[in-house]
C-alpha cells in the first residue's frame, strides 16, 4: 500500500486489513528487534501536555530503528511566541520524515496533517488514542492467541476510550462500555464503529459490561486538562472502579498512568491478571510498526 502521506490522526486512518498488517508488523519487530529500518530518519514530537510512556517509548523507537528524534515542548519552537501551526507544519516537513503530536484539541492535530506532507500521528488529543489503541490490540492478541475476545470497557468515556471502541470493532472484538450518564465516548464513535465487524454495547451499569468479559479496560477518570472538573467527576464516577469485587478472574487493562484508589484499585493493578506492563511495552513495538510502515 501506498502509505506516504498517510496520516495516523485516529486508527480508522487505516483499513482493518492495514491496521492487521501493522499488528503483524508490531510483533515480527518485537520477535526480532528493529534493525536500521529508519537510518538517518528523523522524527519531530510537539508534546503540549505531559507524557512519560509516549514521549519515552517513541524516542527509543527511532533510535532502535536507526533514527533520530526530536522532542519539543511548546516553549522550545516559535508556536509558543505565536507561529501558526500551518507554518511550523510546512516547515517541519522540509526537515523531517514525520511529526507526532500531542495536543489538547484535535483540531490542532488536523491542522497539523493539512499542512504536513509528511506523515502526522497523533501522540493523544482530548479526542483520541490511536497508538495507544495499537498497542492495546496487540497486547489482547498475545494474551489471549486470537481477537475472538469479550471486552469491556469501565469508565470515562474519554480519548483512550473512543480510539479503543473503533479499534475493537475494526479487528472484530464485542465491546460492551459502562460510562456514567454524560460520559460516554459520544455518537461519532459509535457510527464510525458500526461500520466493523465487532458489535459495540452501551450502558450505565459496570457489573453488566464485565459480566462474561475476558478483558476490562480503564482509564483515569479526571484527564490531562481536567483537573477543573475533578470533584464532579469523581462524584459521577463512584461506582465505576475496577476492584475485586466487580471483577471476577478477568484479564485487566489500564493505559497508565494510574491513579490508584480512583479507578482502580491498587489490589487490581498489581494482580496476575493486570496485563499492564506488557500493556506499556507494547507502544514501543506498534510505534515501531506505525513508524515503519508509516515513514517508507
Ligand atoms: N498511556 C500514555 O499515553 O502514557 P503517557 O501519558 O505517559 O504518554
Ligand atoms: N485519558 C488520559 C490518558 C493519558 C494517557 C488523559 O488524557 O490524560
Redesign the pocket.
Known sequence: MDMSTTHFLDVDAFTPTELLDVLDRAAELKATDPDGQLTNRTLAMLFEK??????ISFETGMTQLGGHAIFLSPDDTQLGRGEPLSDTARTLSRYVDAIMVRVFDHADAVEMAEHANVPVING?TDDA?PC?TVADLLTIREAFESFDVQAAWVGDGNNVARSFVVGCAMVGIDLTIATPAGYGVGEDVLDRAAEFDGTVEVTTDPSAAVDGADVVYTDVWVSMGQEDEREAKLQAFDGYQLNESLLDGQAVLH???AHRGEEITDSVLESDRALVWDQAENRLHAQNALLTTLIE
Do not use: G, K, M, N
Not at 505531559?50 to 514521549?55: A, L, Y
Open positions: 505531559e507524557s512519560t510512556r509516549t514521549r493523544l488514542h495507544q493505559c497508565l498512568p
